[in-house]
């Protein structure tokens, strides 16, 4: 067996460094470290990037006005930080790549003695962030190397009786005043879209599950709000009154409608201005882990860029992992690492009257 690439390194590393975050944030009492995750979640989406920066044939290295690299004072060449990476990797105002310049800038807030506070308060977008590096992982690399198989949702007493609810609203009074001016300056600064995007703050809400079980069922179901009726969303809504909750509502790719592959590939073909046909969606898709493999049978739908169409018998892809592609694909060089062939000008065709 060859050796294997240095990006595949790279990539397990960024892999490990979100296992180690996750775990400093799960931990109770003293040994729990909400710092420790933010640095070690910056370090694992900055190997993630550079792994799949590198696989597509991309220089990740400073480089001097005459060409030559940047090195630091070990005279070891300086690699790009994380925020030049988001901007070689996400569009302006991706919610996902907002969510990382969130913990970028709560970097420099963090007290020791008010972490709890400041934890508490973040908790929806560090959910957010994990849950992004995940997708972000399975799309670029492949659903094998998911963590679904190493990170679990955690066990926990806080907040599930009335004292635990008051220890809580006291921990967010104790927010110290730099953090607190952080949080509302950048919030202020997005549109409303964008702040109620579950990419970029991901919002749950627990009750529990009453009632027989069956084999199929699990400790934590996922609930599409967009399924239910508004009698059955107001009823779980009104479960908020009680002490505890459990039912996640997960939104469905942050879009209303989806695409068959041909009018996926048409769209890609369109705004990048480079020809792309169905085939070229299929690669693209087959390499990102996306919807069906070959001769697979039944639903290979993800719930975010692929989703099962019983209308159509078919599987339908989201306008967040059609959004993807064309970012990727509008650059030259990067379309041509990602299909192995020059880019050829699209030309519409002519309407007719």
């Not at 696989?55 to 070891?76: L, S, T």
């Not at 060449?77 to 996902?96: E, M, V, Y």
């Not at 020791?112 to 929806?124: F, M, N, Q, S, V």
Request: proline content about 5%.
């Amino acid at each position: 067996m060859p050796p294997r690439q240095k990006w595949w390194h790279t990539m397990q590393e960024a892999r490990r460094q979100a296992c180690v975050a996750v775990d400093f944030y799960n931990r109770p009492g003293d040994r729990r470290s909400f710092a420790d995750f933010v640095v070690h979640m910056h370090l694992a989406w900055q190997n993630l990037l550079h792994a799949d920066l590198v696989r597509r044939g991309e220089n990740i290295f400073y480089r001097e006005k005459n060409g030559r690299y940047k090195r630091d004072k070990n005279k070891q060449k300086q690699s790009w930080d994380l925020q030049h990476c988001l901007k070689r990797a996400f569009g302006d105002n991706d919610p996902a790549r907002v969510n990382v310049e969130f913990f970028i800038g709560i970097r420099n807030s963090i007290e020791h003695r008010y972490e709890d506070a400041i934890l508490l308060t973040t908790a929806a977008y560090a959910h957010a962030y994990v849950i992004n590096f995940e997708r972000e992982l399975t799309a670029r690399f492949g659903r094998d190397e998911t963590l679904a198989d190493e990170l679990r949702f955690p066990v926990f007493v806080q907040s599930l009786t009335p004292e635990g609810m008051d220890e809580q609203r006291s921990l967010r009074r104790d927010l110290p005043t730099e953090a607190r001016t952080y949080i509302t300056e950048f919030e202020a600064s997005l549109p409303d879209s964008l702040r109620s995007d579950t990419r970029y703050e991901y919002r749950i809400q627990l009750s529990p599950m009453k009632g027989p079980k069956s084999e199929a069922d699990l400790a934590i179901q996922f609930v599409n709000s967009n399924t239910l009726s508004p009698e059955e969303l107001e009823s779980l809504l009104a479960t908020q009154k009680g002490t505890v909750i459990i039912v996640e509502k997960l939104k469905l790719g942050g879009f209303d409608n989806e695409m068959l592959p041909k009018k996926a590939a048409q769209a890609v073909q369109e705004q990048t201005g480079f020809a792309f046909e169905v085939h070229h969606f299929t690669k693209m898709r087959q390499r990102d882990g996306v919807g069906p493999k070959p001769r697979q049978k039944g639903n290979a739908s993800d719930g975010m860029f692929c989703v099962f169409s019983t209308p159509h018998a078919n599987h339908v892809y989201t306008l967040e992992y059609v959004a993807k592609l064309i970012e990727e694909l509008r650059d030259p060089g990067r379309y041509r690492t990602a299909l192995g062939q020059e880019p050829v000008a699209y030309t519409a065709a002519p309407s007719r009257r």
